[in-house]
């Protein structure tokens, strides 16, 4: 009787667990996250506004020519990744966890 009611346990434990990871809940860490770091030429000020510039991103990046959404923790923004290592461009979508 106790391995049924700890097997329940778990399963109630992983379902939790499961439905919190895929609705993007803060309790749960992300399965994974980017990041990146560069020093660019140019003020915090400048690089941040051309940064989150999204209409613009053709003119200057290859590899993302389509960026739509809010930069704002808990939104979604859609993008359009062209990468040589794949036959066609990738239509992705994430959600914002941190604007920093």
Request: hydrophobic letters at 40%; zero cysteines.
């Amino acid at each position: 009787m106790k391995k049924k009611t700890l097997l329940k346990i778990t399963g109630i434990g992983l379902l939790s667990y499961g439905v919190l990871a895929f609705v993007g809940s803060t309790l749960v860490r992300p399965v994974y996250t980017v990041s990146s770091e560069i020093t660019l030429p140019a003020s915090p000020e400048l690089s941040w506004e051309i940064l989150t510039d999204f209409k613009n991103y053709p003119e200057w990046n290859p590899y993302l020519p389509r960026v739509d959404g809010k930069l704002a923790p808990g939104e979604t923004v859609s993008f359009t990744l062209i990468d040589g290592n794949f036959p066609e461009p990738m239509e992705l979508s994430a959600r914002v966890a941190v604007v920093q």
